[in-house]
């Protein structure tokens, strides 16, 4: 068994578990919004586009 | 040759560079924001779910680690670990930006160190320098954006239980306050005679002897606040109720002197305590009045169903001395004087309980200015009792003594002058710093009996009577001065043998006060 000094006492635990469980929910609710699923979007089609654009040189010929 | 080589070579790098490095970086740079966000999340659950060990405010950290000063009346932080929110939240949002930290720059310092071991790619640089670059920028950039957004979470997390816990700390230490108020408790100790709004408490959890013989099982401080709102766990980590009020109840926790160290009595702090200290000469009938009072107050008990109980074994056994020598009509013993009575009375009726605690010194200590000095329990009184025996007035004496010599004889008069009596005491008060004209005087004159045989009028037994009597017998100065140095002064004419309502009991209701009133 653990020294009492040291262990954490189970409310710390319940404490720290509540905010890490914030941090997580925030974090998916945060990374699915539609916000965030429509920037990725617009990241996307921006880096499709920049290399469309760098790669037309090659890929249009004549 | 040599020229058109390096020209193909450059042309050949440029082409990688901006169709394939440029191209790929982006899709690096997008993911790698998302991983250096990962990375911080990642960091942030190692924190909160990770064992328990580094970076935790333990007992014996938070004793000079926590912040926030302790009132001096509590010595030193208890041994207990500290809420949550008051100091270990900061510690892991600290601990988390720290574990973000080390990767980061760990990331960065061999990112930097693969290049420069291994030339920067050496002829492949231009497919291997911006990728590394970007990857750990873009990294980094993902982490500078979670690291706040935890860090605030922490934080909304750890202001949300600060404005809840902060005014219930205020409102539950308030309760303790209004109660203590509106009940007069106060924990009072009879060994070292020192009391305390807040008394200390031993845990009865496993303590080491070390940790027993150091203090550190004791809780001085166990209001709500830093250490727990409405419960604290104690460095053993046994779970203690905080607020006064409701560690009186716990079977964990044992009531002490914060001073000494003494166990208190059951309840000490969260009921009503009355300390009477009952000073006078030397043979002026203190000990007698008190055994007839507390015997009196027994007897007045049982008529009213009052139940009253002597709440340690030194009060029982001096009650029951004092309720031999009654009943047989003896005289009190003569009083120690190397060290003060303290007899301890519980009165109970439904909610109203009373400590009272009834102090008894021998005159010669109460007269001696050096000795008296150590009677600490006569500044915290809020009514004091001054027995004056009425023989040792000089008039009675000068006008009686040879005539009724038999009386005096009985009496056994006080020697002392009683104005001196009065002033060593009231003397030692003022150096001291009480203020007396907030306190209540009950003066007593004892040995009424013997008094109603000698050949004069003896007065009334009401107030005004008794003091007129005392005025009229060249004490108009006494009783001028007391009057002068107390707030209150009511006068009592009793006899030492009687313990009817009557009696000394009556004195014993006046010092009670407030809801024993009709006590008998």
Redo the contacts between chains.
């Keep these: 068994m653990a020294d009492p000094r040291t262990r954490l006492p189970a409310v710390h635990r319940l404490s720290r578990l509540t905010i890490l469980l914030v941090i997580v929910a925030l974090a998916v609710w945060f990374g699915t919004s539609p916000a965030v699923l429509s920037a990725v979007d617009r990241a996307t089609a921006v880096i499709t586009d920049i290399t469309a654009t760098i790669w037309r040189p090659l890929t249009e010929t004549g | 040759m040599r020229v058109i080589g390096f020209a193909i070579y450059y042309a050949g790098a440029l082409a990688c560079l901006?169709?394939v490095t440029?191209?790929v970086s982006?899709?690096l740079a997008?993911v790698s924001v998302v991983a250096g966000?990962g990375a911080v999340?990642v960091a942030?659950?190692l924190v909160?779910?990770g064992p328990?060990?580094a970076g935790?405010l333990?007992?014996?950290a938070a004793r000079h680690g926590l912040p926030g000063r302790v009132a001096r009346e509590f010595v030193r932080r208890d041994p207990a670990?500290p809420q949550?929110?008051a100091a270990?939240?900061a510690l892991?949002a600290n601990a988390t930006a720290g574990r973000a930290w080390t990767w980061a720059s760990g990331a960065w310092r061999s990112g930097i160190r693969w290049l420069s071991v291994n030339d920067c790619g050496g002829y492949w640089w231009p497919i291997v320098v911006l990728p590394v670059l970007t990857v750990l920028a873009a990294g980094t950039a993902g982490a500078l954006v979670a690291l706040p957004?935890?860090l605030l979470?922490?934080a909304a997390?750890t202001l949300t239980a600060w404005l809840g816990g902060l005014p219930l700390v205020y409102l539950l230490r308030g309760v303790d306050a209004g109660w203590r108020l509106t009940w007069r408790s106060r924990a009072s100790c009879t060994a070292c005679f020192a009391t305390a709004a807040v008394p200390a408490y031993r845990c009865r959890g496993p303590h080491g002897p070390a940790q027993r013989s150091s203090g550190d099982d004791l809780h001085r401080d166990l209001r709500p606040g830093r250490l727990g709102v409405l419960?604290r766990?104690c460095?053993?980590?046994l779970r203690l109720p905080t607020m006064v009020l409701r560690a009186a109840h716990s079977r964990h926790l044992e009531t002490c002197c914060p001073s000494c160290g003494e166990t208190l009595f059951d309840g000490a702090g969260r009921i009503r305590d009355v300390r009477a200290p009952v000073f006078g000469a030397a043979s002026a009938g203190k000990t007698q009045f008190i055994m007839a009072a507390l015997v009196g107050l027994h007897r007045a008990a049982e008529r009213s169903k009052v139940v009253l109980t002597m709440p340690d074994n030194r009060g029982r056994v001096a009650y029951a001395v004092y309720t031999d020598l009654i009943s047989r009509s003896a005289p009190a013993p003569k009083t120690d004087t190397t060290a003060p009575v303290a007899v301890t009375v519980r009165i109970e009726q439904r909610l109203n309980t009373t400590l009272l605690h009834l102090f008894d010194a021998a005159g010669e200590t109460l007269t001696d200015r050096e000795q008296n000095a150590g009677l600490s329990y006569l500044d915290t009184a809020e009514t004091l009792t001054f027995v004056l025996d009425p023989f040792s007035i000089r008039r009675i004496r000068d006008e009686h003594g040879a005539a009724s010599a038999s009386v005096f004889a009985d009496a056994n008069a006080a020697l002392h002058d009683p104005g001196d009596a009065y002033n060593a005491t009231a003397q030692r008060l003022q150096e001291y710093g009480v203020r007396t004209s907030r306190n209540r005087l009950a003066f007593v004159v004892t040995k009424a009996d013997l008094l109603r045989r000698l050949p004069l009028t003896a007065p009334a037994t009401d107030s005004a009577a008794v003091r007129e009597w005392l005025c009229a017998h060249g004490l108009e100065n006494l009783v001028l001065t007391a009057e002068r140095d107390f707030g209150q002064v009511r006068f009592f004419l009793v006899s030492g043998r009687d313990t009817d309502p009557d009696g000394p009991v009556s004195v014993l209701r006046w010092v009670l006060g407030r809801g024993w009133g009709d006590l008998g």
């Design positions: 901006l169709f440029v191209p982006l899709v997008g966000a999340l942030a659950g909160l779910a328990s060990g935790l333990t007992p014996d670990w949550y929110f270990q939240a892991d957004a935890c979470v922490i997390i419960w766990r460095a053993c980590g």
